[in-house]
């Protein structure tokens, strides 16, 4: 169903109430609605559309139900120091202090203990999409610029921008050298940026990336901290797929490089953290904005006003997540089953004639259709994103929805889906190939 | 509130100079600082004659700087961490003034990253009143047994009188879960919520929500779960509305006296305006039209754009309610000016009175050709008493502004556990039915006793019918009779009488000597120990000093 602003012809909206800012009439929505109109269902709807678009984690469900039926005092109000009224009535922006001191204890676990995280600086917002709004918020004004690798999340068009006005400037990153961010796209980016007279607050990278499922060098991050270091500008480190990595060594967080540099200079570092990916539970609306900045803290909490989470919520992660038994346990697990499904997928693809970035993370593996464009250009990707939607029925992400300056990527997520879809959903995909392939050679012949 | 250990900034960021991390170096103040003395302290023939220029040039410095953009950040950094002096309180001055720019730069000094502008009115320290009291009572919570030279916290709107009734509700129907499902598996499953939901709210949750707001608040209408978009708490409700119908610097009247938050609510982020429309204790600061079409000219004299009326109904911080006639002619007024009216009815179960609650809902029922401009806010922070569940609505006519809020609220949701629990409770309709008259009951008991209470000490307060506070009339205990009078008399109740209540200075109301107390955080027996410190306090100012 197509939004439409509607002008009425008496009283009139704001600037940004009509802008189209939100996006959501981009690619990267319209596959959305198609899934909406026609969702695929194992037995009512065997030929619906598969929905690989969005990028949330139901492997490890059963682990939670299993501790929540294990652990009834968790979830109820009676047996807690402060009960049901004190909670009801709750509604400081500090947060509790409890579910502060879980959620800090979480993301040292989730980083294997290499890292310290301190529930002072656990700024909490409902979501990371409202802690991402925050950050942009505070550290910059209207006009001003934020420079965001490529590619990047399409959210962050929306989530940055739009209320904010604040200006995305990319930093492009080629298949070349898996897309990793170099000290001259960075400086480009900069300068860039300088050249329309735009005024860069601060540089928001996505480690582990979406939509690349891959970790970012420990190199490469202390090359970027030298970057903003010397244009004296801010770093925000949106690290909620941190848990997901395949390989706990694998991932290395803005902080550990912090603390190994005596956190000199970390006061223009900032950590947006989640549990929506890492944790599954995305309608609970739980994120984080910890940061290394005191000023920025402070604001960041008072802030928090607009998006509190809720009290009731916030009671029942805090046992959950105080538990460090069954949160090293379903870490662990979690990254495991991860770590399958993405072999299943990379493998699948592989049979089918098609590569992916060799990934390490996430919830999505980042394919490479580019051989099969009819043209090197946005429209020949955007030609095979619609007959793949439209004909094999699978809702992908095209990457130039993710700014990415490469024609042919793709984002296809796998852990939303049982295993029983995902193979459905690599067969369809795979007599796509086939048939695709077969006409090319008859043309080819003829 | 709950008190949450140290708290780790009190004061503005700026004074964070004097914190272990980056800092600007103090040697730089001092170079300004020490030519300038001898301009200052007058000595004159070859001091002056060298000293002067070496002022001017510094001044050209800090002119030429603010100029270049963007600024060259120094290479190298400073060994000692610099200690707050007295020049390094010059250097926070002239910071302030030139925030965006590393002035004051010179080798070795460390200049910490640029955030925006509005860091600096967000992060400094509370000074409205209002805030300071809500700070000092929750440091100091009286209690009867426990604590009883702590604070009575007066100044906040929060309805402690039926939770009650809500916990045993919770008990019997979700077997104490707080995952609050109800089912076979007494609730403790995540299945259903766990995963992307609607930003706006789940569809169950819109349909009881509707279904609450038709009894308590529409009465004689109905409203349509359709129109209804979710937000977590009143507060982003408000700000959303504040975005999608005006730009930054364009403006909302307001009836003052209004609630203090509204000031940070509309204005932090969205550059917003507020121009107070003053009501007067002679018409028992109900609104005037005229007033309000005064302040309308006076704006467009200005240049200000105004794009709506912001009411609260029942008002906070006076408690009355707006009669049918005045909400017909501000549907009047908003149409002759072509305008929005954003209806903020947060307290309109929260009734004890005669008169009767009319929402802006039924104003319009009847109105096709105006339905585009009203808009009401709702939430159960204060109807239902639960502010820390985060629960609002958004409820408009106007099918862009749902548009643009459905997609707005993505940033402050409803958490799904909470969407369940609420849903739950609020489909039970034989249980909100009795919360609604035993909190009424409750409410006006409490009142009537708080009422009698005050003119046992000879304090009037306005007729009010709804809210949780009423609105106290302490203008013959202050002297001068202004707000400075007022201020000390806020001081009094709060350092001596160890009384927080809400001047009504902090609400903009434009008559000195009234206050908000609010009577729902009390217990029965806690009054007349507020009456008595209130006597203690009138004996004070009546006494010559």
């Not at chain 2, 002759?336 to 009815?345: A, L, V």
């Not at chain 2, 179960?349 to 009847?366: K, N």
Request: glycine share 8%; net charge negative.
């Amino acid at each position: 169903m197509a939004i439409e602003i509607v002008q009425p012809s008496g009283v009139g909206l704001s600037k940004i109430a009509v802008s189209e800012t939100h996006g959501e009439n981009s690619p990267y929505f319209a596959g959305w609605k198609a899934y909406d109109e026609n969702p695929y269902h194992e037995k009512d709807n065997p030929s619906g559309v598969i929905q690989m678009g969005l990028a949330e984690n139901q492997v490890s469900f059963d682990l939670l139900e299993k501790y929540l039926e294990s652990n009834q005092e968790a979830a109820s109000w009676g047996k807690k120091v402060s009960g049901f009224k004190e909670n009801a009535l709750f509604q400081d922006y500090h947060g509790l202090l409890s579910f502060r001191k879980a959620m800090a204890s979480f993301m040292e676990k989730v980083r294997g203990g290499k890292a310290k995280f301190d529930p002072e600086r656990v700024v909490l917002t409902a979501g990371a999409t409202a802690a991402n709004e925050l950050l942009t918020f505070i550290l910059a004004d209207p006009g001003d610029a934020l420079l965001i690798p490529t590619p990047y999340y399409p959210g962050f068009d929306r989530d940055l921008r739009w209320r904010t006005g604040v200006e995305i400037v990319p930093i492009h990153c080629e298949s070349s050298n898996n897309f990793q961010i170099t000290p001259e796209a960075l400086e480009s980016a900069y300068d860039h940026a300088t050249s329309m007279n735009m005024k860069v607050r601060g540089v928001l990278i996505t480690n582990p990336s979406n939509p690349l499922g891959a970790t970012v060098q420990r190199k490469v991050l202390e090359e970027i901290l030298d970057f903003v270091t010397r244009k004296n500008i801010h770093l925000v480190s949106d690290e909620i797929y941190s848990g997901s990595v395949f390989h706990s060594h694998e991932f290395i967080s803005i902080a550990e490089i912090l603390e190994s540099r005596n956190h000199q200079d970390s006061e223009r570092c900032h950590i947006v953290y989640s549990l929506s990916k890492d944790l599954g539970l995305p309608g609970f609306r739980v994120g984080t904005v910890y940061s290394y900045n005191d000023q920025v803290v402070t604001t960041a909490r008072r802030m928090s006003s607009f998006t509190l989470i809720s009290s009731q919520t916030q009671l029942l992660l805090a046992t959950m997540l105080s538990d460090s038994e069954f949160t090293e346990k379903y870490i662990e697990i979690n990254r495991e089953r991860l770590r399958k499904r993405y072999e299943t997928i990379v493998d699948g693809l592989k049979r089918a004639g098609i590569e992916c970035l060799k990934g390490n993370a996430g919830l999505f593996c980042w394919m490479n259709l580019s051989p099969y464009l009819s043209e090197n250009t946005k429209s020949g990707e955007l030609e095979i994103w619609k007959t793949i939607m439209e004909e094999v029925r699978l809702n992908i992400s095209p990457g130039s929805s993710c700014r990415c300056s490469e024609a042919g990527w793709f984002r296809v997520c796998f852990a939303n889906m049982s295993e029983e879809t995902l193979e459905v959903a690599l067969l369809r995909l795979h007599e796509f190939m086939d048939t695709r392939r077969r006409e090319r050679n008859m043309l080819s012949v003829l | 509130m709950t008190q949450t250990g140290h708290r780790r900034i009190q004061n503005s960021g700026l004074e964070d100079e004097s914190r272990e991390q980056s800092s600007q170096s103090s040697t730089t103040g001092m170079r300004l600082i020490v030519p300038l003395q001898g301009i200052v302290q007058g000595r004159g023939g070859l001091i002056l004659g060298s000293v002067i220029p070496c002022a001017m040039f510094y001044f050209l410095q800090f002119y030429l700087k603010r100029r270049r953009s963007p600024p060259n950040p120094p290479q190298e950094q400073t060994s000692n961490p610099p200690s707050p002096t007295d020049s390094s309180s010059n250097l926070t001055e002239l910071s302030r003034s030139a925030s965006r720019s590393n002035l004051l730069l010179s080798r070795g000094s460390i200049v910490r990253p640029h955030v925006s502008a509005r860091v600096h009115s967000i992060a400094k320290a509370n000074d409205s009143p209002y805030y300071i009291g809500l700070d000092r009572a929750s440091a100091d919570p009286y209690d009867g047994l426990n604590n009883p030279n702590g604070v009575i916290q007066l100044g906040l709107a929060e309805n402690r009188l039926t939770l009650d009734l809500i916990e045993n509700w919770i008990t019997e129907k979700l077997s104490d879960s707080i995952l609050g499902g109800g089912d076979s598996r007494g609730g403790l499953s995540v299945s259903g919520i766990a995963t992307y939901q609607p930003f706006d709210g789940m569809m169950e949750l819109k349909v009881a929500m509707a279904g609450f707001m038709s009894q308590v608040v529409g009465r004689t209408v109905s409203f349509d779960p359709s129109q209804i978009v979710l937000t977590s708490g009143a507060t982003p409700a408000i700000e959303i509305l504040c975005f999608s119908l005006a730009d930054q610097g364009n403006a909302f009247l307001i009836p003052a006296p209004y609630y203090p938050g509204f000031d940070r609510d509309m204005k932090w982020r969205t550059g917003v305006e507020l121009i107070p429309v003053h009501c007067r204790s002679s018409d028992n600061f109900a609104l005037s039209i005229p007033a309000l079409d005064q302040a309308f000219n006076q704006a467009r004299k200005r240049g200000q754009k105004v794009r709506g009326i912001l009411l609260s109904n029942p008002s906070n911080p006076v408690g009355n309610l707006m009669t049918r006639e005045t909400l017909f002619s501000l549907l009047d007024f908003a149409r002759e000016k072509n305008i929005h009216i954003i209806s903020d009815e947060l307290f309109a179960a929260s009734t004890f009175g005669d008169e009767e609650f009319v929402s802006m809902a039924e104003i319009i029922d009847s109105q096709d050709a105006d339905k585009d401009r009203v808009h009401i806010v709702y939430g159960l922070s204060k109807d239902l008493a639960l502010p820390g569940f985060r629960v609002g609505v958004i409820y408009s006519f106007n099918e862009s502004v749902l548009a643009v809020s459905r997609k707005m609220t993505r940033f402050s949701p409803i958490s799904s556990p909470t969407q369940r629990l609420v849903t739950c409770m609020l489909s039970d309709t034989t249980f909100i039915k009795e919360h609604t008259e035993r909190n009424r009951e409750r409410l006006r008991a409490m009142y009537d006793l708080f009422l009698e209470g005050l003119k046992q000490v000879g304090i009037d307060c306005t007729k009010s019918s709804g809210g949780l506070y009423c609105w106290v009339d302490m203008s013959g205990l202050i002297r001068p009779y202004n707000e400075k009078g007022e201020l000390d008399l806020w001081d009094k109740l709060l350092n001596v009488a160890k009384i927080n209540a809400t001047p009504g200075s902090a609400c903009h109301c434009i008559e000195p000597g009234w206050f908000r107390c609010c009577f729902t955080t009390l217990d029965e027996k806690d009054i007349p120990v507020v009456i008595e410190r209130i006597r203690g306090v009138i004996e004070t100012c009546k006494s010559p000093s």
